[in-house]
């Protein structure tokens, strides 16, 4: 599956055999063992692959089904201030959550400040917030 997944990417992304080794810093000969699926590539670079083309691990083993380019962007400014919200949260009431939860919040916090206006959003961040207290 990896092999049909990353050919699907390179070919979204208009990149040849070669231009997509030398981006992972490997052989072409090596790209093509992945891409006909006759070697699995280590998780060092199975990490490097979804990093360098912008693919889950999920998407590229075949566990989701839309492409990458069809996934929304990540709005990076909306990323940062869902963590940032975490990190004051966390020092104001002197709490620090597990990584799992942090992420479960992160996630909720970047969904709201994106899918509402910025004045509904931060209503939305103050109930939480108050909520929570």
């Keep these: 599956m990896i092999g049909e997944r990353l050919n699907q990417r390179l070919?979204?992304?208009?990149?040849?055999?070669?231009r997509a080794a030398?981006?992972?810093?490997?052989s072409q000969s090596r790209l093509n063992q992945y891409?006909?699926?006759?070697?699995?590539?280590?998780?060092?670079?199975f990490c490097k692959i979804c990093n360098t083309f912008a693919v889950s691990p999920n998407w590229l083993y075949g566990f989701e089904n839309n492409s990458p380019?069809?996934?929304?962007?990540?709005?990076?400014?909306?990323?940062?201030?869902?963590?940032?919200?975490l990190k004051k949260y966390e020092e104001r009431h002197q709490?620090?959550?597990?990584?799992?939860?942090?992420?479960r919040i992160i996630t909720v916090v970047y969904d709201i400040i994106v899918?509402?206006?910025?004045?509904?959003?931060?209503?939305?961040?103050?109930?939480?917030?108050?909520?929570?207290v």
């Design 69 to 85: 380019a069809e996934l929304p962007k990540i709005d990076k400014t909306a990323l940062k201030t869902a963590v940032l919200f």
């Design 22 to 26: 030398d981006q992972l810093g490997i």
């Design 95 to 103: 709490k620090s959550f597990s990584a799992e939860k942090s992420a």
């Design 11 to 18: 070919s979204e992304l208009g990149l040849t055999q070669q």
């Design 35 to 45: 891409l006909k699926n006759k070697r699995e590539p280590d998780g060092q670079m």
């Design 115 to 132: 899918s509402e206006s910025a004045e509904n959003a931060q209503k939305a961040l103050d109930w939480i917030i108050e909520a929570a």
